[in-house]
Structures are given as structure tokens and as C-alpha cells.
């Protein structure tokens, strides 16, 4: 019997009612080739899809599940909340008590607003920057994605590289235009943006470490070289931390890197693995948002209290336990490097990037610190070690162009294990 029958039979089910028989378009495994598992449950560091197979979980649902699926705190939390009512439209105390957490947490922030996904709180953040600033430009870089809202569908990276889409059809011309898309790590090219529009540049919105052309960190003195050059020139600063918030440290990248930007995005982790979205910065900023100010933004279900009950209980746990970014940080190390040194005994082209729990093998020698390089690696190459990864029951993100997470439930032997597949794989 085919090992993934049921996977495929609901894989077809689904493409008559639902685009493409996905909500989201990397699930369809177009860039790696065979069926898509069909996932029914999740413990731990292990997923399971509706065969029975059993897999590693290295996707951790694009990010948010640090500490492991059904974690028994957050579960708990959710299920209390859910008893009390899933939605109402109104306030409630527990947006009170995750913002005061986020703040907590990211200094740069003076006040926060919860939204329900990262694309709102991206889309919410520039808005809010042109209003500030009284300017149409806005500045993002080539490979970073920040959700699909049409101002950021300009060479972003992720999904839309995979599908080989150059931006996305809908996205008007007129709108586009305000959007001036720079290579990622090169300071010469924001320096010519910024001399080119002169006083118009309203923001410049930047992944700290993308994590949609693969993991690429940024090279040495480059976000403090964006801090200089959008302080001098009165633009807003983002920084799209809805991948790397509470992930590559509890205070995310900017306390990484001890940058301080003008404002941030958050989502992922602050869900607890339900949908969330945050965007916060500086209080003259954030007063322009309605009802204080001109700014509209609103949603009903935003700061609901399912999201906010499971949030509230990850960030918890993690700044209760401190230690856990260390081992994180020591388990990823580990296996980054035991596998590329298997691929060099064995002959294989291929490098990596890490940057804490987060990294991306790519299938390709050399350096990669932007989009242009990234998109050298051998795709094909990727997708028959995807492939063999998932027989042996190693799940992976299923595009060259994604990040690879490891959480706090992985453990030793998860990690032997992953090693031993990608021997086999490779």
C-alpha cells in the first residue's frame, strides 16, 4: 500500500474545493516534487499525517512552536481561555497582559497592538510610517518577505521565489512603484536610494535575518549602518521580527545585534502557535493610530483570547527558562555542522547559514548574503534531499528558500537521528 494513500486521497479532495487544494502556497510541495503529507497530529518534536507516518518536525509551523507542539502549558492555557469564550469583540485582560510582556521584553517598543497576522502588522506598520512622516517611499530588500499585502509583494523572496512569480499579478503598477526593492547587505545601494529621494523615504523595512531566501544574516555592521542612515535622514526604521522575535533571542534580533529601530513587527511565537501579529514602536509613532490619531487600523478578532492565552503562556515559559536559548543554540550548532561535514566527505556542494535555533542548509559552495546568491543553489539538489529526508521520516521545510527550526523539544536523539538521515540522504 502507497505509505501516503490517505495524504493523496485528501490531497484530491481538496483541489476540487480549495485553490490548488491548499490556503497556503509552499504546502502544495510544488519545488520538491511528490505528495504532501496531510498532517492530523503533533506532540513534542513529532508530527504525524493521516497515513500514520511519523515525522521529526523541523518546520515547527513556519517558526512559532519553540517549544514543541501541544506544549502541556500552552494547551492548558488555551483550554481555560476557550472555556470563557473564543471571541467577543471587545477587550480583554489578557491583551494587557501580553503587551506589558512584548515591552517587557523589547525596550524599543513605548506601546504595542495586536493584530492577527504578520501581513496585517507589516502592512499596519508602513502605513502608520507614511503618516508619520508625511512620504510615499518606502524601502524594503530583495528576498525578505513580509506578508502578501501589495506595497511588500516586490521581489520578496520565500514562496514567491519558489514559484518563480517576479511579484504577483494584481499588484498595481501605480502602488508598486513606491516600493524600492535593494539588494539585502549592500550599503552602497540604500546609500544611492536615499540620495535619488532625498526627503521622501518613509521607512525602510528589513528582515535583521531573513528568513525567506533561506536563513541570511546580515553581514557586520549593516543594521547599525541602517539605524545611522534612517536617523539621519528622519525615516522610520522596521524591523520585521515577526521570524526572529523571542526566536534567535528572547528579545529577538535587536537585542542580538543591540540595535534599536524605530519600530517592530512581531507574530509567530507571541501566538503560541495560534494566528497573531503585533507591531509596535515609538509612543509619537504609535499615537497616530486611531482612536488616538488619523492612522485607521481595526480588526475583530485581533488580541483575541485564545492567541493572547497562548502567547502569554510561551513567553512565560521561555523567559522562565532562560537556559533554553543555550541549548538551542548548542543542539542547532551541532547539527549544522555534523551534517555539512558529512556532505563534504562526500563530495557534495553545499553550505550553510545560522543565526541561533534558525538556519537553512543551501544545496550550493558558496556565500550566501543576499537574494542573488541564494538563488544559485541547486533547487533540484534540495528537493531529492527533501525527499529522502521525509521517507525516513525527517520533515524539512519543503523550499530551498525557507528557514529550518529547531525547538526546545528536540532533543539528543532527535538530532543523531536527523544526522543519520541526512547521511543517507545525502
Not at 209 to 221: F, I, S, Y
Not at 292 to 311: D, E, F, H, I, K
Amino acid at each position: 500500500m502507497d505509505r501516503y494513500e490517505k495524504s493523496k486521497q485528501l490531497q484530491s479532495r481538496a483541489e476540487r474545493v480549495i485553490p490548488g487544494g491548499v490556503d497556503s502556497p509552499v504546502r502544495a510541495f510544488k519545488s520538491v516534487g511528490g505528495a504532501p503529507p496531510w498532517i492530523v497530529k503533533g506532540k513534542g518534536s513529532r508530527i504525524w499525517d493521516a497515513d500514520g507516518n511519523e515525522y521529526i518536525d523541523y518546520v515547527g509551523s513556519w517558526g512559532p512552536l519553540i517549544l514543541g507542539h501541544a506544549h502541556p502549558e500552552v494547551v492548558e492555557a488555551v483550554e481555560k481561555a476557550n472555556r470563557s469564550g473564543a471571541s467577543f469583540g471587545a477587550s480583554t485582560p489578557a491583551e494587557v497582559d501580553l503587551a506589558e510582556a512584548v515591552i517587557e521584553a523589547f525596550p524599543s517598543m513605548d506601546k504595542v497592538r495586536f493584530v492577527s497576522s504578520g501581513t496585517e502588522a507589516t502592512m499596519s506598520a508602513i502605513r502608520v510610517s507614511r503618516a508619520s512622516t508625511k512620504r510615499k517611499y518606502i524601502v524594503k530588500f530583495e528576498g525578505c518577505y513580509h506578508g502578501h499585502a501589495d506595497s511588500l509583494l516586490v521581489k520578496a523572496g520565500s514562496g514567491v521565489a519558489t514559484l518563480g512569480i517576479p511579484g504577483s499579478a494584481g499588484v498595481l503598477e501605480e502602488l508598486a512603484q513606491f516600493t524600492l526593492a535593494l539588494p539585502f547587505n549592500n550599503r552602497q545601494a540604500v546609500v544611492d536610494a536615499f540620495d535619488k529621494f532625498r526627503g521622501q523615504i518613509a521607512c525602510v523595512i528589513v528582515e535583521p535575518v531573513a528568513g525567506n531566501m533561506g536563513c541570511v544574516p546580515p553581514r557586520e555592521g549593516y543594521l547599525e549602518f541602517l539605524r545611522e542612515i534612517t536617523f539621519r535622514n528622519h525615516t522610520v526604521l522596521i524591523f520585521d521580527e515577526v521570524m526572529t522575535g523571542f526566536r534567535v533571542a528572547f528579545g529577538g534580533a535587536q537585542q542580538l545585534y543591540n540595535i534599536k529601530p524605530d519600530m517592530t513587527t512581531l507574530g509567530k511565537i507571541i501566538g503560541g502557535g495560534l494566528p497573531v501579529g503585533a507591531y509596535g514602536g515609538r509612543a509619537e509613532i504609535m499615537e497616530m493610530i486611531a482612536p488616538l490619531g488619523p492612522v485607521y487600523q481595526a480588526g475583530t478578532l485581533s488580541g483575541n483570547p485564545l492567541a493572547m492565552a497562548a502567547g502569554l503562556a510561551a513567553l512565560k515559559h521561555l523567559r522562565s527558562n532562560p537556559d533554553i536559548y543555550e541549548r538551542l543554540e548548542r543542539r542547532t550548532a551541532n547539527l549544522v555542522n555534523k551534517v555539512l561535514e558529512i556532505a563534504q566527505n562526500k563530495g557534495v556542494p553545499l553550505s550553510a547559514n545560522r543565526v541561533g535555533s534558525m538556519f537553512t542548509w543551501f544545496f550550493q559552495a558558496g556565500d550566501i548574503h543576499d537574494w542573488d546568491s541564494a538563488a544559485k543553489s541547486d533547487t533540484e539538489a534540495f528537493a531529492k534531499f527533501h525527499r529522502a529526508m521525509l521517507e525516513q521520516g525527517v520533515y524539512l521545510p519543503p523550499s530551498q528558500y525557507e528557514a529550518i527550526f529547531v525547538g526546545a523539544a528536540h532533543g539528543e536523539k532527535d538530532i543523531e537521528k536527523t544526522v543519520a538521515a541526512a547521511k543517507e540522504a545525502l
